[in-house]
């Protein structure tokens, strides 16, 4: 994916979440100081925090990227590489799948004092 190509994918993949959640925030990270260790595109999608990298099909992470979204994964969020507005718009919808579950059932009870 050249980096036009590159830019167009994450711009339509920006514009989709807005359309599906109109209240997702998103940010595209520019700045070739950033840009090299952060996602192309992070977002906040029913109070889930996402990092999203695009690269060419059957492309990776760089092992710095990579790290980076491994630490989002970690911290609570998601993060992942894609090559499609289709395949994001598919793996949004699982991890907020698992989101909502995971903030319905209850790590711990509280009682009343």
Avoid: Y
Avoid at 59 to 78: C, H, M, S, T, Y
Wanted: proline share 4%; glycine share 8%; net charge positive.
């Amino acid at each position: 994916m050249m980096m036009n190509e590159r830019k167009q994918i994450i711009n339509k993949i920006r514009k989709r979440i807005k359309e599906t959640w109109p209240n997702s925030i998103s940010f595209k990270i520019h700045g070739e100081m950033f840009q090299e260790i952060m996602p192309d595109l992070v977002c906040c999608v029913e109070g889930l925090f996402i990092g999203i990298e695009g690269k060419m099909v059957g492309k990776q992470a760089d092992p710095r990227q990579a790290e980076v979204l491994a630490r989002i994964r970690e911290a609570g969020g998601e993060g992942w590489t894609t090559d499609s507005v289709e395949q994001t718009m598919v793996f949004i919808q699982r991890a907020l799948s698992r989101h909502r579950k995971s903030i319905t059932e209850p790590s711990c009870s509280f009682e009343k004092p």
